[in-house]
Antibody, heavy 123, light 111 residues
Framework: VQLEESGGGVVQPGRSLRLSCAAS????????VHWVRQAPGKGLEWVAL????????YYADSVKGRFTISRDNSKSTLYLEMNSLRIEDTAVYYC?????????????????WGQGTLVTVSS | HSVLTQPPSVSGAPGQRVTISCTGS?????????VHWYQQLPGTAPKLLMY???NRPSGVPDRFSGSKSGTSASLAITGLQAEDEADYYC???????????FGGGTKVTVL
């Protein structure tokens, strides 16, 4: 199982950025996938979840209305479109697969993690 | 401010036993949701250490154990080793937030 995030960088407040996560080593289209972030020196925060078929999407209150999670199963790739970025969005963003196939249950834990991509929001 | 509360740090000598608490409320752990634990070694991504309260994934030493009771959970490390020095996070689901939530993390130091 491999998850490789990309697209991070330095961006000004109010601007947009799109992250990607390329998956390999498993049947991407069978698994729900999350984004989880970690501010520098801080703890973990769940950001968003998309179901295996893209039919269901869930967001943390802190990003609702600003971030959009999506996926392209033909390319085995997950995306996170981030708009109206704020300084507090500065973090390493991890792509995380659900542990089992199908729709992700609220009881479930986080499965394999990517290595993350750093997003820095600064003027 | 994290929904789940963990001590910022714990420490112990090699071979000793340490425990990390994770305190929640009636909207998460107390509502019956499982607690999961992750280990984050310095400079790396988190890794699943314990799932569904007390289940170890393949490859995790049996020195690690987990438990849950009421609105709290705990992770115990027996026979502490230098390689256990890391940050540990608990995680559950909160019905009020409709979100997966984490503890603030606990740094384990091997003296």
């Amino acid at each position: 199982v491999q998850l490789e995030e990309s697209g991070g960088g330095v961006v000004q407040p109010g601007r947009s950025l799109r992250l990607s996560c390329a998956a390999s080593g498993f049947t991407f289209s069978s698994y729900s996938v999350h984004w989880v972030r970690q501010a520098p020196g801080k703890g973990l925060e769940w950001v968003a979840l998309i179901s295996y078929d893209g039919s269901k999407k869930y967001y943390a209150d802190s990003v609702k209305g600003r971030f959009t999670i999506s996926r392209d199963n033909s390319k085995s790739t997950l995306y996170l479109e981030m708009n109206s970025l704020r300084i507090e969005d500065t973090a390493v963003y991890y792509c995380v697969r659900a542990p089992t196939t199908g729709h992700s249950s609220s009881w479930e834990w986080f499965g394999p993690w990517g290595q993350g991509t750093l997003v820095t929001v600064s003027s | 401010h994290s929904v789940l509360t963990q001590p910022p740090s714990v420490s112990g000598a090699p071979g000793q036993r340490v425990t990390i608490s994770c305190t929640g409320s009636s909207s998460n752990i107390g509502a019956g949701y499982d607690v999961h634990w992750y280990q984050q070694l310095p400079g790396t991504a988190p890794k699943l250490l314990m799932y569904s309260n007390n289940n170890r994934p393949s490859g995790v030493p049996d020195r690690f154990s987990g438990s849950k009771s009421g609105t709290s959970a705990s992770l115990a490390i027996t026979g502490l080793q230098a390689e256990d020095e890391a940050d540990y996070y608990c995680q559950s689901f909160d019905t009020r937030l409709s979100a997966r939530v984490f503890g603030g993390g606990t740094k384990v130091t091997v003296l």
